[in-house]
């Protein structure tokens, strides 16, 4: 059995003898193959020494149970690493940022509260899985649509306390932004609920984000300051329609106009469906075709839809040479022949095809299995992204080695708040000489991107302390008042080290 | 001159010359006659010797005196409340939570700092007004709105920082919400720029909110962990137009399917606007008659409002008995003689008429000068609101000493989130008598509210450590938890001591 860093093997026993008296013995795990199934299935330093691994498992089923595990926690300074079901493929997965600790598995804590249909909202705990909350409501008919990413199976506290997003449309698909309330156990094993949900017998703690006082919710996004035991999500009622309009522009330096246009439709709320540019314009995209294609699903009621519309071509029209197609209007909710030929998550249903994407095919034999997502927020101008391309087209022969190293991308995802994240797909695979020369070329991306003013919106475990760093201002002020934070609701520095760049005391670097 | 508690004549002398030095002679405040300006005009305390009030005001024009003023403040632990403008009228005004205070007063840094129409945001210093972010963006020509509160002189981030709302579309009358970015100075005199911000060279601060790693800006709202030096907001590029729906129903009772069918389409963001529930249902309406009425600006292209609206009377033609009317399609931006003729701030024009609301005239020709706002958060059912009149029709005679107190409201606004503020005012002037009797009145609300369920969003600073002793789930473990980060990023407890309830170690009651 492996042991944290600095705690005994007595001690250890000790906690681990206190878990299973709190959660019952089938839910300890310290056998290597039980705890081999939390390595992270795309690290890039799979099977290396640095690879990030856990000494053991814990799965409560209760907050109680989450409770008495972070209290026995900290009584023998043991860190844990709280996941909700670990999903969290290409940033980490269910691994822990340091090595040695014990993973807080969520996934049994997967009830979903309640789903209040004509308030649109949801309060789940964190082993619900899009899959999970999409089948209760379905069951239940509630007429509200849920806002899934890419792959289905993962969290929905998970998701958004990863600042993750979907397909369907704002404000809905920014994860983070969509929850309202929380209920947390901090590292002291103090239950704290946030928002309205610390009055006694309120009513309204999914209804309202605020409450009264200083908001703490954000401390938990992307962080280690407690264990998120629930959450509430507003939700979308069910839209009565959904039509897609693809806009093309002829010339790259197009993109300037068409991000103008689009930055004016989406910051009006006229359209509200998310999207990427396209197009040969882009590095990724069909070899030798210049300019752009942008595709823009609209939500609403079916009469309202085409207007908006009209509305948006008419703006994208004033650029010379500008064409559109538009998809049907399609009603919901669609019939089975019509599903089957649609993106699925565009109209909330969870799915799992994006798996499809680095699988086995003609043109990929040998898919290598894994891959890091590279994030990077660009402001959203054309401008940014014909920069992005300069760099990326100079920088790639280099990094790229030549060639001999294939980098997917970029994409520009336009979903993100009023940003563009320019991803690139670093594969990985089982091939420690390749997986270090991608982690090479990684890191040197995250450099070059910071030297122009962008930064990741999350990352890999393993490059979470390069991306933070990147966040310098002021001498690392902002860092800085996170550790601060940190020693003083968690001054065992139990929860999660290291997560997103923030250490407690005794293990910051100086 | 008054002396800040626990502070020595000597130090305060020290301080003040610090701050001479830092300032300038001519922004440093001590005559009596100065520090009264500084008095909330709405106090319910007022000339009684639990007034809060100010020792002393200090003016500092840049960030980096700030940074002096407080490192000074740091040095000697004197109490400073930073405040903007300082026009936060009904809920404190200027005067300090924790008397004898020296005042921040930010008035003199109100560069608005960028206003960019392409990606539709600003960024202000706090001195900045609603008024001053108008004509900026006027004499600039930029095609974007701002979202009023009621009164236009207050601060943008004043406003925004303690939770205000204004009367254009969602999201951006959320003015918390709609805000991306800050500069805060902490109380250590150290500068953090959060979100993109904290990247150096960042494009996007005001673009994307949420960065990397923990979020921190909630923490500033109704807080006192540091001083806010700018912000940035969303703006609305200008809708092309606006019109409004007025939906009637007959029977008290339809205010349950009225809510329902507001919420589904506010939820649904096919109605944006800001709306306050009224009629003959509530207490405050017109006497005798029943039912209900709402009225649903809708903003957007002008090809779009008309179907929105028809969306909208279909919901609500359920409604048995349900009524319309509709305003004209109002174009924009509005002509002078329109304009003479609607609610300037719905159309993202600020404006000082709301203060003839309690204002000198025939039916109230002895107005008391200010009043106190009572905004506890209801979900946003008709059941709640029901509730709550019965609970007002039942309480009133005796909380308003049988009819001796005029208490005006409720109004039902259902402009914050997803919920609804059952407003009430409680009029305060000059006889100690009459606002003893008001106070006592407000905390009883304040009592009977949080036993259902009920909880303020905001309150005059003299109730504050009610309202919040009201959250108090798990033995106050939220407040604690405020508590503890304060404790941790300001150890002495210098900045706004008991600002929404959260005092410093040394001032903590047991």
Request: glycine fraction near 10%.
């Given at each position: ?6 705690v005994?093997?007595?001690d250890?026993?000790?906690?681990i ?5 709190a959660?019952g ?8 193959e ?5 390595r ?24 109680e ?21 670990g ?10 940022v ?10 049994r ?51 958004a ?7 369907t ?19 002291n094993g103090?239950?704290?609920r ?30 280690n ?31 300037v ?7 004016l439709l989406?910051?009006?709320h ?14 990724g ?21 085409p ?13 010379p ?7 049907e209007?399609f009603?919901?909710p669609?019939?089975?022949?019509t599903?089957?030929?649609?993106r ?5 249903i969870?799915d ?5 994407l ?15 997502d590279?994030?990077p927020?660009?402001a ?5 992204v014909?920069?992005f ?10 990094l ?24 690139l ?5 089982r ?19 910071a030297e122009?003013g ?11 302390d ?9 001498n ?17 520095g ?8 923030v250490?407690p005391?005794?293990l910051?670097?100086?």
């Amino acid at each position: 059995m492996a042991l944290p860093p600095n705690v005994s093997s007595a001690d250890f026993n000790r906690a681990i003898a206190a878990w299973k008296q709190a959660v019952g013995n089938d839910w300890v795990f310290t056998a290597d193959e039980d705890v081999a199934l939390y390595r992270d299935a795309y690290s890039p330093y799979w099977g290396e020494k640095e690879e990030r691994v856990a000494s053991a498992a814990v799965a409560p089923s209760t907050v109680e149970q989450v409770q008495a595990v972070v209290r026995t926690a900290n009584q023998y300074k043991v860190p844990l690493y709280a996941i909700s079901t670990g999903r969290n493929l290409a940033y980490g997965g269910s691994a822990p940022v340091y090595s040695g600790s014990v993973v807080l598995d969520l996934k049994r804590m997967n009830r979903v509260i309640e789903v209040n249909e004509r308030n649109a909202y949801a309060l789940v705990e964190p082993g619900v899985s899009y899959f999970d909350l999409y089948e209760h409501i379905t069951k239940a008919n509630a007429d509200v649509w849920i806002d899934p990413p890419d792959p289905g199976w993962g969290s929905v506290i998970g998701n958004a306390l990863d600042g993750g997003g979907g397909w369907t449309a704002s404000p809905f698909r920014d994860h983070f932004g969509a929850h309202c309330g929380m209920e947390v156990v901090l590292a002291n094993g103090e239950i704290v609920r946030t928002g309205m949900g610390a009055l006694p017998n309120s009513k309204s703690w999914q209804h309202n984000r605020w409450g009264f006082g200083p908001w703490v919710d954000g401390l938990f996004r992307q962080g280690n300051y407690g264990v998120v035991t629930k959450m509430g999500f507003h939700l979308m009622p069910r839209p009565e329609a959904m039509q897609t309009l693809t806009v093309r522009v002829p010339r790259d330096e197009d993109v300037v106009p068409l991000v103008d246009a689009l930055n004016l439709l989406e910051n009006q709320h006229v359209v509200n469906g998310s999207t990427s540019l396209g197009g040969g314009g882009a590095p990724g995209g069909p070899a030798g075709a210049a300019g752009w294609s942008v595709s823009l699903p609209i939500y609403g009621p079916a009469k309202v839809v085409p207007a908006q519309i009209e509305y948006s071509r008419e703006k994208f029209a004033k650029i010379p040479g500008a064409t559109f197609t538009e998809t049907e209007l399609f009603r919901t909710p669609l019939d089975a022949a019509t599903l089957a030929r649609v993106r699925k998550v565009s109209f909330g249903i969870p799915d799992l095809s994006t798996f499809g994407l680095l699988g086995r095919n003609a043109a990929n034999p040998s898919p290598p299995g894994g891959h890091m997502d590279f994030s990077p927020i660009l402001a959203r101008t054309g401008e940014s992204v014909l920069e992005f391309i300069r760099m990326y087209r100079e920088k790639l022969p280099e990094l790229s080695e030549g060639g001999t190293l294939r980098i997917l991308g970029p994409v520009f995802m336009t979903n993100w708040d009023r940003t563009m994240v320019a991803l690139l797909m670093f594969p990985v695979g089982r091939d420690p000489q390749v997986n270090g020369r991608m982690r090479n070329a990684f890191r040197r991306w995250i450099e070059l991107c910071a030297e122009r003013g962008w930064g990741e919106y999350r990352t890999p475990s393993v490059f979470q302390d390069d991306v933070a760093k990147a966040y310098s201002y002021n001498n690392h002020s902002l860092t800085r008042l996170r550790e601060t934070i940190k020693d003083a609701v968690d001054p065992n520095g139990i929860l999660s080290p290291g997560r997103y760049g923030v250490w407690p005391k005794h293990l910051r670097k100086t």
